[in-house]
């Protein structure tokens, strides 16, 4: 009997690798094309998180060798002062994001989707800020908040409204900054639930017309439904990339004023590039993709336990 079972291991995994290597030779040429595509993709992407992960272990000396602290970088983030101001405002930022810019995409979807004429230009409207560059949109951003000669001050003046200190105004600079990245994004995620939209179905619209649901009711029970799970992952993503906001505090506020605008990336470029204080940058890099995914794995578990897919 042992024999007997022994034998038979030994054909089938004769015959595993077998097939094995039939899948291999098979698959050969897929593979030689996709080398230089993986070689690529870990030079510009996995090579910089791992360089980035040593050298968070390190006091980097870019002109000789580098010594190794251990935790001695991450030690310092609980003494460092702007710390706690950083996710303070990083909650902030998400609220403000939250507030005015996660519905404004689905409001301009279901409103265009709704509507009998003209559905092919309000598209190409919408979709227009996308194509902006962020660097212009943020200098034009910048004339418009103006408290001199702004436009938006001047449009307040016409209204009997004094003049405001958008970006200088602690109080308002969170949600001016917010409001130049929902203009520039929201373009790209109403497009996203408006090709979720299509796949709704004609006939389910039809039907609570037939029963007399009003366009409100429409929306309420025929269309919501359907955009759960993409508002769902949308608001994920919409998170994520509020905690790793750059390019707006950076040119319009530099972090200020004082640090109300200050956020976890532009810390990270400060502390590495202006301080040339390499170790310390790359630990913070290594905690915000931390705390990125127990977000993102949090996330994940909520989404499942109320069976949103």
């Known amino acids: 009997m042992k024999v007997a079972y022994r034998m038979r291991t030994v054909h089938y995994t004769n015959s595993l690798t077998d097939r094995l290597l039939f899948y291999l030779s098979n698959q050969v040429v897929a593979y030689l094309f996709l080398i230089p595509a993986l070689l690529i993709f870990g030079l510009v992407a996995w090579y910089p998180i791992a360089r980035a992960f040593e050298m968070s272990f390190q006091d980097v000396n870019l002109r000789g060798e580098s010594v190794f602290v251990g935790l001695e970088n991450f030690r310092l983030m609980k003494h460092d002062p702007a710390f706690t101001i950083i996710w303070n405002n990083s909650l902030e930022f998400a609220s403000w994001s939250i507030l005015l810019g996660y519905a404004l995409p689905v409001i301009i979807a279901i409103l265009i989707r709704e509507m009998r004429v003209a559905k092919g230009f309000f598209r190409v409207v919408y979709f227009l800020p996308t194509v902006v560059p962020?660097?212009?949109?943020?200098?034009?951003?910048?004339?418009?908040?103006?408290?001199?000669?702004?436009?938006?001050?001047?449009?307040?003046?016409?209204?009997?409204?004094?003049?405001?200190?958008?970006?200088?105004?602690?109080?308002?600079?969170?949600?001016?900054?917010?409001?130049?990245?929902?203009?520039?994004?929201?373009?790209?995620?109403?497009?996203?639930?408006?090709?979720?939209?299509?796949?709704?179905?004609?006939?389910?619209?039809?039907?609570?017309?037939?029963?007399?649901?009003?366009?409100?009711?429409?929306?309420?029970?025929?269309?919501?439904?359907?955009?759960?799970?993409?508002?769902?992952?949308?608001?994920?993503?919409?998170?994520?990339?509020?905690?790793?906001?750059?390019?707006?505090?950076?040119?319009?506020?530099?972090?200020?004023?004082?640090?109300?605008?200050?956020?976890?990336?532009?810390?990270?470029?400060?502390?590495?590039?202006?301080?040339?204080?390499m170790g310390y940058a790359s630990a913070w890099s290594v905690m915000l993709v931390i705390f990125l995914m127990i977000f993102s794995s949090i996330y994940q578990v909520i989404n499942r336990r109320f069976n949103v897919s």
């Open 134 to 277: 962020i660097s212009i949109a943020v200098i034009v951003w910048r004339f418009i908040y103006d408290p001199d000669a702004g436009f938006l001050n001047d449009l307040l003046g016409l209204l009997g409204i004094e003049r405001q200190l958008w970006l200088q105004d602690p109080t308002l600079a969170k949600p001016s900054i917010v409001l130049v990245m929902t203009w520039g994004a929201f373009g790209t995620t109403t497009l996203i639930y408006l090709s979720s939209l299509q796949e709704i179905p004609v006939e389910l619209y039809e039907a609570a017309e037939l029963d007399g649901a009003s366009p409100l009711m429409r929306i309420r029970y025929v269309t919501l439904p359907h955009l759960l799970p993409v508002m769902s992952l949308l608001f994920v993503i919409q998170i994520l990339a509020v905690v790793q906001v750059f390019t707006e505090p950076f040119l319009l506020t530099r972090g200020g004023p004082g640090r109300e605008t200050l956020t976890p990336v532009l810390h990270i470029y400060n502390r590495a590039f202006m301080r040339m204080d």
